[in-house]
């Protein structure tokens, strides 16, 4: 069993920026596929970027790309989202998630373990 707790979620203005980490416990998930998602009030929970386990192959949504870094440190068991130049679209519950190796999916439903979520809202 793997227990995901996401931090660094907040408000922020447009054009600011926010760090999010999410650190992994339990199972020792080295090779394991991470990734963010977020969910925004009334849609569907959406992909933001993943990261494979050995960090070398990161895939972006197009509409946070360039503006959005997803990195990880296996050391720590952490896994971080840089977001810089937010958007008010942006507010969102941010999810951590992770899966099996080796490469990290698009889709919800690919991942095993979840986190409980951080609010991140981007005042216009």
């Known amino acids: 069993q793997v227990q995901l707790v996401e931090s660094g979620g907040g408000l922020v203005q447009a054009g600011g920026s926010l760090a999010l980490s999410c650190a992994a416990s339990g199972r020792t998930f080295t090779n394991g596929a991470m990734a963010w998602f977020r969910q925004a009030p009334g849609k569907e929970r959406e992909f933001v970027g993943g990261?494979?386990?050995?960090?070398?192959?990161?895939y972006y949504a197009d509409s946070v790309k360039a503006r959005f870094t997803i990195s990880r440190d296996n050391a720590k068991n952490t896994v971080y989202l840089q977001m810089n130049s937010l958007k008010p679209e942006d507010t969102a519950i941010y999810y951590c998630?992770?899966?099996?190796?080796?490469?990290?999916?698009?889709?919800?439903?690919?991942?095993?373990?979840w986190g409980q979520g951080t609010q991140v809202t981007v005042s216009s």
């Open positions: 998630a992770a899966k099996n190796p080796p490469w990290p999916q698009t889709s919800p439903s690919s991942y095993d373990f």
């Open positions: 990261i494979s386990g050995s960090a070398y192959t990161t």
